[in-house]
Each structure stands twice: as C-alpha cells, then as structure tokens.
Nanobody
Framework: QVQLVESGGGLVQAGGSLRLSCVAS????????MGWFRQAPGKEREFVGA????????YYADSVKGRFTISSDNAKNTVYLQMNSLKPEDTAVYYC????????????????????WGQGTQVTVSS
C-alpha cells in the first residue's frame, strides 16, 4: 500500500506561482512513477505531468509545458509540481498518483496506469 498526501494548494492571482507537494508513505521503495492530474469543476480529470523514478524522465501536457515543472526528492519520498505563470484555466483540484510496477509502454497520461491516488488539493487562480 502507498499513501499519498498533497499540499500546497491555495488562491493565487493570474501570473503567480504555487508549488504543490506530494508525500508518499508506505511501500514507496517500489514506486515506478508518479503523476499529477487535475480536475476542474464540471470537467473530467486530465493529465498534467509525470515523472519516472528511473532516470527522472518527465512528461507534460501541452497546456502546461514550459510553465509547470515536476521534480522529486527521493530521500523525502516527495514529488513537487512547480506551477508558474498560472492562468485562471489552471483552477482545479490537483491530484498526485503513483504507479508501483514498470509498464512495457508506459501510458503516463492514462489514469488507469496509476495504482494509488491522493485526496487532492485545490488550486484557484483569480483573474
């Protein structure tokens, strides 16, 4: 079992920045990858970005590429999502997710590729 706890959400003006954290506990030694997703009101949850533990390869949705950065601190079992140049359309509940086992072709943007999810943290960007 892996438990994920997100933090760092809040209210920020457009153009501002926030850094989200996701702390993993439990069976973290076997974590293969971590992902960030978000869900805006009335919309489906969508992929934001992901990081694969081996090589620390990162992937991003086109909508956040160049503005958001994923990083990790393995010693702290923590993944970060640095969000810069925030826009009102970035308003959503942000979730982190973990995958424990390798995938032959890792479908990093698919919710079904992840085994565990956090409870989410609200990010609100005002115009």
């Amino acid at each position: 079992q892996v438990q994920l706890v997100e933090s760092g959400g809040g209210l920020v003006q457009a153009g501002g920045s926030l850094r989200l954290s996701c702390v993993a506990s439990g069976r973290t030694f076997s974590t293969y990858a971590m992902g960030w997703f978000r869900q805006a009101p009335g919309k489906e949850r969508e992929f934001v970005g992901a990081i694969r533990w081996s090589g620390l390869t990162t992937y991003y949705a086109d909508s956040v590429k160049g503005r958001f950065t994923i990083s990790s601190d393995n010693a702290k079992n923590t993944v970060y999502l640095q969000m810069n140049s925030l826009k009102p359309e970035d308003t959503a509940v942000y979730y982190c997710a973990a995958r424990l086992t390798p995938q032959l072709i890792w479908k990093f943007a698919a919710e079904s590729s992840y085994d565990y999810w956090g409870q989410g943290t609200q990010v609100t960007v005002s115009s």
